[in-house]
């Protein structure tokens, strides 16, 4: 049993911190949480002396083995598997208690996850989408990984108008994906400007999504623009991820696609932070960031659904310091510190429907912790100064002692 005492606690559900907290930790949950809470005789006290407490962020939009680089066109390219060891450890030594991969090579994600979650390795807990669907010739088996064969084999499903969508999405259910993943984007960005690539049609998509919905199975569509974005909301996406991405050019954020963010039931991870560190990659391709920046801004102003997600493991976007950076970067959008924070804890937890298993501090939850040094609501810089983090009731990273 562990003892938390002495604590400033940020909760994660938005609430306002709460000084002089006590949590009790009894296996991998929380017990119990308040002030002036007795400590159990034999329990290990952790003595924060006033230092902030919060749930474990969560990184909703990885690629935990890696991707190809952006500028090395047709390379070949591998998601490398050997690389989810060493990736999930600089994750948790940033805070990060849950992942949610994107697209890695399957089945391998999905018996690393199994593996995670069976207590078998430390680790942030482990989602995953498995191999994704894609139109046949388009983005992104054909554009970023020029055919790639061990892609085609190990990430991706291909869809033309002779595909069994139902069996497709059915076999991906029997594996046991988290999620499903579905490509919606006619961009090559590699041939800017004539970037159109085949796309998926809209009667795909709504058939994806009714397929997926019948097997409990929610849906993640990456989407390169506006346009994409509309049509996947109206196909029935729950998380649309990325707002705007480099060399495209339909970036006005229209009342018609406000209305039907705020009005459903879905949810947007801009992946700010890897649009902001690629705009200009493309040769010949106008900036995109300023346009990002207003569309972020108008999502927040209207109340939009935002996780936190940073498409980590493509080139120069770090895993795990990465969350840190969206969040400073949804403060430049305008919310608060402490909306950002709730955006990485409690919020991704209710956009991946297992907030009564993580991301918020409470009874009965999963004992998903992160000890911060500098107070986080004067700057949202100070997440960073991680001095412990706890997962599922066991301390993995301590540096309180440097204190």
Not at 235 to 260: K, M, P, Q
């Amino acid at each position: 049993m562990i003892a938390i005492k002495n604590a400033n606690l940020i909760d994660g559900t938005g609430a306002a911190p709460q000084k002089n907290a006590t949590v009790i930790i009894e296996g991998k949950t929380i017990k119990q949480t308040g002030t002036d809470l007795p400590i159990p005789e034999g329990a290990h006290i952790i003595d924060l002396q006033g230092k902030h407490l919060l749930p474990g962020f969560t990184d909703a939009h990885t690629h935990l083995g890696g991707s190809v680089s952006l500028d090395r066109p047709g390379a070949a390219s591998r998601i490398a598997t050997y690389d989810f060891a060493e990736n999930k450890e600089t994750a948790l030594r940033w805070g990060i208690t849950t992942l949610r991969s994107a697209g890695d090579f399957t089945p391998d994600i999905l018996e690393f996850r199994n593996d995670v979650n069976a207590g078998q390795c430390r680790s942030p807990r482990i989602l995953a989408c498995g191999r994704f669907l894609q139109a046949k010739g388009g983005h992104p088996l054909s554009t970023v990984y020029s055919d790639d064969p061990e892609i085609a084999k190990n990430a991706c499903v291909l869809i033309d108008e002779t595909t069994d969508i139902d069996a497709e999405i059915g076999e991906l259910h029997e594996l046991g994906v988290d999620w499903i993943k579905v490509m919606v984007s006619d961009d090559n960005k590699f041939k800017y400007p004539d970037t159109k690539a085949p796309g998926l049609t809209d009667e795909q998509l709504r058939k994806i999504s009714d397929s997926a919905h019948r097997r409990n199975l929610p849906v993640m569509a990456h989407v390169d623009d506006i346009g994409d974005m509309t049509r996947a909301i109206k196909a029935g996406a729950d998380t649309i991820e990325h707002i705007i991405n480099v060399a495209t050019s339909d970036h006005e954020l229209t009342d018609e696609t406000l209305r039907l963010l705020t009005e459903g039931e879905v949810w947007v991870v801009p992946t700010l932070v890897a649009t902001k560190i690629h705009d200009g990659s493309v040769a010949g391709a106008p900036p995109v960031w300023p346009a990002l920046q207003t569309a972020a801004a108008r999502m927040v102003e209207a109340g939009v659904r935002l996780g936190v997600g940073c498409d980590s493991g493509i080139p120069f976007v770090p895993f795990g310091e990465c969350v840190h950076m969206e969040m400073e970067l949804l403060t430049q959008a305008g919310y608060t510190p402490l909306q950002a924070i709730t955006a990485a804890t409690g919020g991704n937890a209710k956009m991946l429907r297992m907030s009564n298993i993580f991301g918020t501090i409470a009874p009965g939850l999963a004992a998903d912790i992160v000890v911060i040094g500098s107070n986080p609501l004067e700057s949202i810089k100070n997440t960073k100064d991680i001095r412990m983090v706890i997962r599922n009731g066991k301390i993995a990273i301590d540096n309180l002692l440097s204190d």
